[in-house]
């Protein structure tokens, strides 16, 4: 996946995996999809993990049911997320 705004050391790794979850104490489990991404910034000695959540399938006892469906596809925010993300304080870091 591509970071653009990050040092050319940078490394981004990404995936697509799929779980089933309950809310809270719920029974009902709603099938989700999760796109992570890990990256590396071996400059700052820290990496980092970004992730998004997708509903693929939501159980109508779920109290998810009535959640509103999102308008674009999950694959094309998280693509505009990463895209678009950048370190503004690099301090946040120590100072290395």
């Known amino acids: 996946m591509e970071v653009p705004h990050l040092p050319a050391t ?3 790794l990404a995936g697509i995996g799929e779980q089933t979850v309950a809310k809270f ?3 009902r489990g709603n099938r989700v999809r999760i796109h992570a991404a890990a ?3 071996p400059d700052v000695s820290t990496d980092i993990l970004i992730t998004l959540n ?3 399938h939501v159980d109508p006892d779920s109290s998810s049911a009535e959640a509103p469906v999102p ?3 999950a694959e094309d925010v998280f693509r505009m997320l990463l895209r ?3 370190i ?3 301090g946040l870091f120590g100072e290395g």
């Open 54 to 56: 997708d509903p693929v």
């Open 39 to 41: 990256i590396r910034l």
């Open 25 to 27: 104490r719920e029974d």
């Open 88 to 90: 503004t304080d690099w």
């Open 84 to 86: 678009s993300f950048r």
């Open 10 to 12: 940078a490394r981004c």
């Open 71 to 73: 308008s674009e596809p």
